[in-house]
Structure formats: structure tokens, C-alpha cells
């Protein structure tokens, strides 16, 4: 699977942005999605997930009731919807893709990568 993610920008507090990340292949179904970045100087955090058939999501505790993971399988394309953001959601965020049913929060879960999109939010 190839991921290719897109959306990234700079945006103002309180502004909203939403993240594509189209997928390759018709294995893309057979994926969970993740969400994850990386601000400079930190590690890489888990931000979002949801499973094959958009039956369950989990969300990291920082971006719950702002943050909305979402997939299209049909486009091959998962989504993440980011409303009222935050100077501290300024990070290069990444689309991934886990082989594994369950949610996994750690990078390692994961078999497939984007390249990264860069998000930026000013106070």
C-alpha cells in the first residue's frame, strides 16, 4: 500500500483543516488507518485510528471532541477533520497503515507510511 497524505497548512487558533491520505491497491480495505505526528524535538505520537470498516475509532485524549477520523473505502482515502485548533497541534502529521484489527498506538503497528504534510497553527 502507498499513501500519499495532503491538506496541511498554516491556520490561525481556533481554525479547522482536513487531512486526506489516499491509498494505493485494492488491499487498502484490508487496512486500519492511523493517524500520527511528529512535532521537531519530540517523538512521533499517536493522534487517531479506525479500524477496516469504520466500525470503531480511538482518538488520543489531546484531540478528543475536536479531532474526526474518517475513511472512504471506495476512494481509498481515510480522512482526519481537525476543528478548533491549537499552537501545540503544529507537527507533521503522517498516515499509516496497520495489518492488524486491533488499535495499535504505536508506530510499530504500522507497515505503510505517507510521507508526512505539515501543519501549522499560530496563536
Known amino acids: 500500500v502507498q499513501l500519499q497524505a495532503s491538506g496541511g497548512g498554516l491556520v490561525q487558533a481556533g481554525d479547522s483543516l482536513r487531512l486526506s491520505c489516499a491509498g494505493s491497491?485494492?488491499?487498502?480495505?484490508?487496512?486500519?488507518m492511523g493517524w500520527f505526528r511528529q512535532a521537531p524535538g519530540k517523538e512521533r505520537e499517536f493522534v487517531a485510528w479506525?479500524?477496516?470498516?469504520?466500525?470503531?475509532?480511538q482518538y488520543q485524549d489531546s484531540v478528543k471532541g475536536r479531532f474526526t477520523i474518517a475513511r472512504d473505502n471506495a476512494k481509498s482515502t481515510v480522512y482526519l477533520q481537525m476543528n478548533s485548533l491549537k499552537p501545540e497541534d503544529t507537527a507533521v502529521y503522517y498516515c499509516?497503515?496497520?495489518?492488524?484489527?486491533?488499535?495499535?498506538?504505536?508506530?510499530?503497528?504500522?507497515?505503510?507510511w505517507g510521507q508526512g504534510t505539515q501543519v501549522t497553527v499560530s496563536s
Open positions: 499509516a497503515a496497520s495489518p492488524f484489527y486491533q488499535v495499535k498506538t504505536e508506530p510499530r503497528g504500522y507497515d505503510y
Open positions: 491497491g485494492r488491499t487498502f480495505i484490508s487496512y486500519s
Open positions: 479506525i479500524s477496516y470498516r469504520d466500525r470503531s475509532k
